[in-house]
């Protein structure tokens, strides 16, 4: 079986989730105006190292939306994204802050890494490059609010960023973070991750993959009112058996359990 970031981050969100997601191939509808916007820009941001037209690129990829009937966000619409994105590639070009050599090679690159029985874990990087002339491993975030900085050091505890630096090696880690708002903004945020940090993950995919393999799939997201987490949950419909809710955000592509690391091309 191939493991990723993304499979066990939803395991660990709660166990249920990843039965619904992986076992049972239920999967939340593509209708999310903000994952495709950030699909699309990734795009562009390839075209920008590739010396290619970003903009024309962002364009021409978030256009295949532009008539589809997405949920948008926070009173986003399509318009209003799109100029976000050509504010957020100039502020990004004039800020000169990344640097990558060889970017055929250089951007969303594959690695895996074999593990015990007839597992292994895939990770596609965003890039491996420069950020104000020190190397780092580089993922690349769309959203509409800022990150949170403080208190210091708290990107160091960024799960998917010591997943990362385990699976190359790579002890400094980088998000470049594009915010949508008002006034658009580029977060440079670097940290360093451990050999304690990349050991210690390594034991939470072996436990973790223990206890999938041992069909451990009871539900436990946490309860926490008033805001109890399953709320936010796309498959609150199969939880709660409210079969308008499924087919309102979930489609089934039964049979797709050996696929399930492909939705780390998705995030
Ligand atoms: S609705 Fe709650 S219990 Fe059900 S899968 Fe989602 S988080 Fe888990």
């Known amino acids: ?63 295949a939306y532009k008539d589809q009937q997405l949920h948008y966000s926070k009173g986003d619409t399509w318009d209003r994204m799109l100029q976000q994105g050509i504010q957020l590639l100039d502020r990004f070009c004039q800020d000169d802050r990344i640097r990558i050599r060889q970017s055929r090679r250089n951007l969303q690159i594959k690695f895996e890494r074999p593990l015990a029985g007839k597992n292994d874990f895939v990770a596609y990087v965003d890039a491996i490059g420069k950020l104000d002339g020190t190397r780092c491993l580089i993922e690349w975030k769309t959203t509409s609010a800022r990150y949170p900085e403080e208190p210091d050091g708290l990107l160091a505890l960024d799960p998917q960023l010591v997943c990362y630096s385990w699976m190359t090696g790579i002890s400094e880690v980088a998000q470049i973070v594009f915010v949508r708002k008002r006034l658009v903004e580029v977060q440079y945020l670097r940290t360093t991750i451990t050999d304690e940090q990349r050991h ?27 805001q109890n987490p399953c709320s936010m949950c796309p498959y609150i419909g199969l939880c709660l058996g409210k079969q308008e809710l499924v087919d309102t955000r979930l489609v089934r592509r039964p049979g797709a359990e050996n696929l399930g690391w492909l939705d780390e091309l998705a995030y």
């Open 1 to 63: 079986m191939t493991y990723s970031y993304t499979q066990m981050s939803n395991y660990l969100t709660c166990p249920r989730r990843y039965r619904h997601r992986y076992l049972d191939g239920w999967q939340e509808k593509d209708t999310r105006a903000a994952m495709l916007f950030g699909r699309a820009f990734e795009q562009a941001l390839s075209a920008y190292f590739l010396r290619e037209d970003a903009a024309g690129v962002l364009f021409r990829e978030w256009s």
């Open 200 to 226: 210690e993950f390594g034991h939470l995919v072996a436990d973790t993959i223990g206890r999938i393999e041992s069909a451990q799939f009871l539900p436990h997201s946490g309860i926490r009112f008033p």
